[in-house]
Nanobody
Framework: QVQLVESGGGLVQSGGSLRLSCTASGTIFSTSIVGWYRQAPGRQRELVSTIDDIGNKNIVDSVYGRFAISRDDASNTVDLYMNNLQPEDTAVYYC?????????WGKGVLVTVSS
């Protein structure tokens, strides 16, 4: 069974930084597309950034230049580095992994940015 466990959320002031980390188990991580999504209160879940098995990255315009994604297949982890956080980045952040057309989700971590 695939499990994704996120860590690193919390409360930060505007302009601050956080690193989110996701560790996967029960999957062939190295062949998966992995990434991060977020869901703000009252809004739909949206893509933040993904990285595929050969390192191609996708990132949403609203966080371009502030967030960065990386993966380490040796440790089955995918990290999201978030800099210059703004109140509009407040959301529950979810780790996701796609393999053989199936998307697996973590339970999410809350990131709160105070103004």
């Amino acid at each position: 069974q695939v499990q994704l466990v996120e860590s690193g959320g919390g409360l930060v002031q505007s302009g601050g930084s956080l690193r989110l980390s996701c560790t996967a188990s029960g999957t062939i991580f190295s062949t998966s597309i992995v990434g991060w999504y977020r869901q703000a209160p009252g809004r739909q879940r949206e893509l933040v950034s993904t990285i595929d098995d050969i390192g191609n990255k996708n990132i949403v315009d609203s966080v371009y230049g502030r967030f960065a994604i990386s993966r380490d297949d040796a440790s089955n982890t995918v990290d999201l580095y978030m800099n210059n956080l703004q109140p509009e980045d407040t959301a529950v952040y979810y780790c996701a992994a796609v393999q053989y057309g199936i998307t697996y989700w973590g339970k999410g971590v809350l990131v709160t940015v105070s103004s």
